[in-house]
C-alpha cells in the first residue's frame, strides 16, 4: 500500500522517533515537493532537516502537475499538493492532521489518517507502546485535544 503524505505526521512520528513505523504500515510514502521543501526548510527542527536530507528508500519525492484547484487555496501548500498529488496519482490513502485539509480530502474521496490514527494502527499491529508514544507526542506541544487522546488509549487498552 502506498500512501501520501502532508509535513505534519512525518514531523511529528520524527521528533518522538517512531518514524519507522510509516513503511511498517504503508510500505511506501510519497510526499510532494512542497512537503519536502518545508521539511528541509531553514525554521524545521534540525532533525526534520537532517532526515529529509537523505531520505529512506522508503520515501519519494514528487511534483504536481495537475492545474490548481482554487477549492484548495483556503489550506496551506503543502496540504494543498498532498492532496493535488494524491488525486494525480490515484492513491485513496493520504496522511494529514489539519482539520480543514481533512475535511477536504474526505469530501473528495480520500481516506485520511493522522498521527493518531497511524500510533493507533502501529500500536496495533505491535509496532510500538502507544502510551509512550502518545507521552512524547504530548511534549513535542501538539495540537490534540486531551479527550481524543483518551479515547484512543482507552480503545486501544480494550482490543489489546
Known amino acids: ?20 513505523v510509516l513503511p511498517q504500515l504503508y510500505g511506501q510514502v510519497i510526499i510532494p515537493q512542497a512537503v519536502y521543501n518545508e521539511l528541509r526548510a531553514s525554521g524545521s527542527p534540525l532533525v526534520l532537516q537532517n532526515w529529509i536530507a537523505q531520505p529512506p528508500d522508503w520515501l519519494k519525492i514528487r511534483s504536481v502537475t495537475t492545474q490548481p484547484d482554487t477549492e484548495l487555496e483556503q489550506i496551506d501548500i503543502g496540504e494543498r499538493e498532498a492532496i493535488l498529488l494524491a488525486e494525480q496519482l490515484g492513491i485513496s490513502a493520504i496522511l494529514l492532521d489539519d482539520k480543514a485539509a481533512r ?4 469530501i473528495r474521496g480520500l481516506n485520511v489518517t493522522g498521527v493518531l490514527g497511524i500510533l493507533g494502527d502501529a500500536a496495533t499491529m505491535g509496532f510500538l507502546d502507544l502510551p509512550a508514544a502518545i507521552e512524547r507526542l504530548r511534549q513535542t506541544g501538539v495540537l490534540v485535544s486531551s479527550s481524543l ?3 484512543l488509549l482507552e480503545r486501544h487498552q480494550n482490543n489489546s
Do not use: F, G, K
Open 149 to 151: 487522546i483518551q479515547s
Open 103 to 106: 475535511r477536504i480530502a474526505i
Open 1 to 20: 500500500m502506498t500512501v501520501v503524505s502532508n509535513t505534519s505526521p512525518i514531523c511529528y512520528l520524527l521528533l518522538i522517533n517512531e518514524i519507522d
